[in-house]
């Protein structure tokens, strides 16, 4: 069975500064990886994905993220952050293929606070 | 074009009292989902379907809740009797198919049982 971990609950950044989400993910079987962004009382709005090629994959809102296969992370990067960045980012996985196939699970996410 | 719309977004209901949510997808996507996101935490499948079949309903407690897509277009979710661990918000998404797809996520359904 897959599982995600987002190692940080919560980040405090300065606006401007640079900002890293960090996600881990474990998996059997090769995955797909997503990274969705929930500002209060929305839905979720996706980021990036990852499905293959390139490892580093470049998202909305100048976020970009890098697959990385032998340590099983999903980083998520933004090298100058705004306070409309404030919201709450959610790593997710799926197989790709097989049983359960597009069935998300998400990590408990990471609260960003750009603060001014 | 008109995202995934769900109704209503806000619910009180006393325990023990049904409950039913709403969601109309995206136009054209066959794919839909019932996901539960707790305070804190990050959403969970209940169900999927692929147009009016579902195709995965592991995760669903099936004691208390129903889910159906009649026609394959919106769906209904429904709790009876809830009780008050079912507060929540209750999020419905769309793709087109499979699992390369974009999710797209409605507003989603505030519920608080008292």
């Known amino acids: 069975a897959q599982s995600v971990t987002q190692l940080d609950s919560q980040v405090p950044v300065f606006e401007e500064a640079p900002v890293e989400l960090r996600c881990n993910y474990s998996?059997?079987?090769?995955?797909?990886l997503f990274w969705y962004v929930q500002y209060p009382n929305q839905g979720l709005q996706l980021l990036l994905k990852y499905l293959s090629g390139s490892t580093l994959v470049k998202g909305i809102n100048g976020f970009e993220a890098e697959f990385n296969k032998s340590q099983t992370s999903f980083h998520l990067r933004k090298p100058s952050v705004h306070i409309s960045d404030t919201a709450e980012y959610f790593c997710a996985v799926t197989k790709g293929y097989g049983g359960s196939q597009g069935n998300l699970i998400f990590g408990k996410g990471t609260k960003l606070s750009v603060k001014p | 074009e008109a995202g995934v719309v769900q109704s209503p977004r806000y619910k009180i209901i006393e325990k023990k009292q049904p409950v039913a949510f709403w969601c109309n997808p995206i136009?054209?996507?066959?794919?839909l989902y019932w996901y539960l996101q707790n305070l804190g935490q990050g959403p969970e499948l209940l169900i999927r379907?692929?147009?009016?079949?579902?195709?995965?309903d592991s995760q669903l407690p099936k004691d208390r809740f129903s889910a159906e897509r009649l026609k394959g277009v919106d769906s209904t979710l429904k709790i009876q009797p809830a009780e008050l661990g079912d507060s929540a918000v209750y999020l419905c998404?769309?793709?087109?198919?499979?699992?390369?797809?974009?999710?797209?996520f409605g507003p989603g359904t505030r519920l608080l049982v008292l």
């Open positions: 998996s059997s079987v090769s995955v797909y």
């Open positions: 998404a769309s793709s087109l198919d499979g699992s390369r797809e974009t999710q797209y």
């Open positions: 379907y692929e147009n009016e079949e579902a195709v995965d």
């Open positions: 136009s054209g996507h066959n794919t």
